[in-house]
Nanobody, 124 residues
Framework: QVQLVESGGGLVQAGDSLRLSCVSS????????MGWFRQVPGKERDFVAA????????QYTDSVKGRFTISRDNAKNTLYLQMNSLKPEDTAVYYC?????????????????WGQGTQVTVSS
């Protein structure tokens, strides 16, 4: 099992930037793909971005392409999400997740460990 702890959320204005971090402990971080999801109240948790075990490939949902960047530092067991040009519609609780295997996953079923979430609020 993997323990994941997110940080870096907060209240910002439209156009600002934030960087989320997710520190992993437990299972070997460098062996698994990782992802970021987000959820607003009353809606399902949505895929945001994913990265392979070695950072060699990434994938994003269309609404964040060109604005968000997922990355990882395997030496620090840490996953990042750099969010630029934030919009009010990016407001959500953001979760990091550890994949069941080393490659890209884009649905909940592809991940078996989740963090507690960090709130991101973007005001207009």
């Amino acid at each position: 099992q993997v323990q994941l702890v997110e940080s870096g959320g907060g209240l910002v204005q439209a156009g600002d930037s934030l960087r989320l971090s997710c520190v992993s402990s437990g299972r070997t971080f460098s062996n698994v793909g990782m992802g970021w999801f987000r959820q607003v109240p009353g809606k399902e948790r949505d895929f945001v971005a994913a990265i392979t075990f070695n950072g060699g490939r990434t994938q994003y949902t269309d609404s964040v392409k060109g604005r968000f960047t997922i990355s990882r530092d395997n030496a620090k067991n840490t996953l990042y999400l750099q969010m630029n040009s934030l919009k009010p519609e990016d407001t959500a609780v953001y979760y990091c997740a550890a994949g069941r295997g080393p490659f890209i996953q884009t649905t909940d079923r592809g991940f078996d460990s989740w963090g507690q979430g960090t709130q991101v609020t973007v005001s207009s």
